[in-house]
């Protein structure tokens, strides 16, 4: 499998392309990494160093790929966050090149634009591109309960809700949507102390629940964006996908908790890729 990823790079730490790489590599995934900023570290630390990458030298890298001839191997476009609209336009741009080179590619995108307790966090202009434009072109999106309310305009809060907006996301094009940071007063054993995921596609809905580990860690979306593209595009299976990114990622989070690091302890985590544990059991919801 070939995954070209579109998103950002940072030196110091793990988030975006410097996130998702590693672990696609370390599951047998060939990666063409396309940058759209190159900084020092994430922007959560305040203070950081770099550029961001004008859209037109982004586009310019993936022509450069297209003159490789290899675009009709590749079997994913995969993106995150999306710092301006420009690179959404590239974005876009790509997906259509590629699909047009091998039509049974698929675009997975990860609609980061915020989450339940910052709000949102990324330009004004960015959900919007995100909701009119960059998400009916998607094949697969993976966005949080917050993000998944904010596109589809709805309040996700239990499970009827946010099986139901998962419906209002896939009615706008994607077939496939994994909602991650799923928080319910109708959980099993209570909201407390738990967080779960779900996957809704045309076959059916399936949930899982885990631990709440007692951390925020920037870049554990993009893990889990990459991880569970990778397996589905693999497999087919939602539910097999499911089990086997919720089980990579916990470990990953537990490994950084326990470490007491702030940043995603990735490398050191690598085994939980290759070798997922499958401990949290997967329940078909519908």
Same mark, same amino acid.
């Given at each position: 499998?070939?995954? !070209?990823?579109?998103?950002?790079?940072?030196?110091?730490?793990? $988030?975006?392309?410097? =996130?998702?790489?590693?672990?696609?590599?370390?599951?047998?995934?060939?990666?063409?990494?396309?940058?759209?900023?190159?900084?020092?570290?994430?922007?959560?630390?305040?203070?950081?160093?770099?550029?961001?990458?004008?859209?037109?030298?982004?586009? *310019? $890298?993936?022509?450069?790929?297209?003159?490789?001839? @290899? !675009?009709?191997?590749?079997?994913?476009?995969?993106?995150?966050?999306?710092?301006?609209?420009?690179?959404?336009?590239?974005?876009?741009?790509?997906? =259509?090149?590629?699909?047009?080179?091998?039509?049974? +590619?698929?675009?997975?995108? *990860?609609?980061?634009?915020?989450?339940?307790?910052?709000?949102?966090?990324?330009?004004?202009?960015?959900?919007?591109?995100?909701?009119?434009?960059?998400?009916?072109?998607?094949?697969?999106?993976?966005?949080?309960?917050?993000?998944?309310?904010? !596109?589809?305009?709805?309040?996700?809060?239990? !499970?009827?809700?946010?099986?139901?907006?998962? *419906?209002?996301?896939?009615?706008?094009?994607?077939?496939?949507?994994?909602?991650? &940071?799923?928080?319910?007063? %109708? +959980?099993?054993?209570?909201?407390?102390?738990?967080?779960?995921?779900?996957?809704?596609?045309?076959?059916?809905?399936?949930?899982?629940?885990?631990?709440?580990?007692?951390?925020?860690?920037?870049? &554990?979306? %993009?893990?889990?964006?990459?991880?569970?593209?990778?397996?589905?595009?693999?497999?087919? *299976?939602?539910?097999? +996908?499911? =089990?086997?990114? @919720? &089980? &990579?990622?916990?470990?990953?989070?537990?490994?950084?908790?326990?470490?007491?690091?702030?940043?995603?302890?990735? @490398?050191?985590?690598?085994?939980?890729?290759?070798?997922?544990?499958?401990?949290?059991?997967?329940?078909?919801?519908?």
């Amino acid at each position: 499998m070939k995954i !070209l990823s579109i998103q950002s790079a940072v030196a110091y730490g793990h $988030v975006g392309n410097s =996130a998702a790489v590693f672990p696609l590599q370390r599951i047998g995934v060939e990666v063409l990494p396309v940058y759209t900023v190159n900084f020092s570290n994430h922007t959560g630390y305040g203070a950081w160093r770099g550029p961001l990458i004008a859209p037109d030298d982004v586009r *310019d $890298v993936i022509t450069g790929i297209e003159e490789r001839g @290899v !675009l009709g191997e590749i079997d994913v476009i995969l993106s995150g966050y999306q710092g301006s609209e420009g690179i959404g336009d590239v974005i876009l741009d790509a997906v =259509a090149r590629v699909k047009a080179a091998n039509p049974s +590619a698929v675009y997975s995108c *990860d609609p980061v634009m915020g989450n339940s307790k910052s709000g949102c966090f990324v330009a004004p202009a960015i959900p919007i591109l995100l909701r009119d434009r960059v998400v009916p072109a998607a094949d697969i999106i993976t966005p949080n309960q917050f993000e998944l309310g904010f !596109l589809t305009e709805t309040e996700p809060a239990d !499970l009827d809700s946010t099986l139901a907006s998962a *419906d209002a996301a896939r009615a706008m094009g994607p077939d496939t949507v994994l909602v991650t &940071s799923v928080e319910r007063p %109708d +959980a099993p054993g209570g909201r407390e102390g738990t967080i779960e995921m779900l996957v809704v596609n045309g076959e059916g809905a399936w949930i899982v629940q885990t631990p709440r580990i007692p951390m925020k860690a920037n870049g &554990s979306g %993009d893990v889990t964006a990459a991880l569970f593209t990778a397996h589905y595009r693999s497999s087919g *299976d939602a539910a097999g +996908a499911l =089990a086997t990114t @919720v &089980s &990579s990622v916990w470990d990953l989070l537990q490994n950084t908790y326990e470490s007491g690091q702030r940043e995603l302890q990735l @490398v050191e985590s690598q085994e939980f890729y290759a070798h997922p544990r499958l401990q949290f059991d997967v329940t078909r919801v519908r």
